[in-house]
Nanobody, 119 residues
Framework: QVQLVESGGGLVQAGGSLRLSCAAP????????MGWYRQAPGKQREMVAS???????KYADSVNGRFTIFRDSARTRVYLQMNYLKPEDAGVYYC?????????????WGEGTQVTVSS
């Protein structure tokens, strides 16, 4: 069972920054459309940012202009740079891989990393 591994969550004051990282075995990050999702207590999981295997990005309106999703140059990790954090950004952040190419039809998730934003 392939699982993605997130890191970088923590406690930050409002207005601060965090960088989340997601790693996966093999070339999953390179071959897949990658995304970051978050889930706040009592709420549904929502897409925050995504990047296709070709590098096209998409953001939720609530984070556009503050968050940036990108892969490293080796295309082995995907990051979510979060700036100007707000209390409503808090939640568990999950990394997702939607497979393309030889991974087509497969979806992978991580166990999540907690982000807490104090006001």
């Amino acid at each position: 069972q392939v699982q993605l591994v997130e890191s970088g969550g923590g406690l930050v004051q409002a207005g601060g920054s965090l960088r989340l990282s997601c790693a996966a075995p093999g070339d999953i990050v390179k071959a897949s459309d990658m995304g970051w999702y978050r889930q706040a207590p009592g709420k549904q999981r929502e897409m925050v940012a995504s990047i296709t295997s070709d590098g096209f990005t998409k953001y939720a309106d609530s984070v556009n202009g503050r968050f940036t999703i990108f892969r490293d140059s080796a295309r082995t990790r995907v990051y979510l740079q979060m700036n100007y954090l707000k209390p409503e950004d808090a939640g568990v952040y999950y990394c997702n891989a939607d497979g393309r190419g030889r991974y087509r039809g497969r979806t992978y998730w991580g166990e999540g990393t907690q982000v807490t934003v104090s006001s």
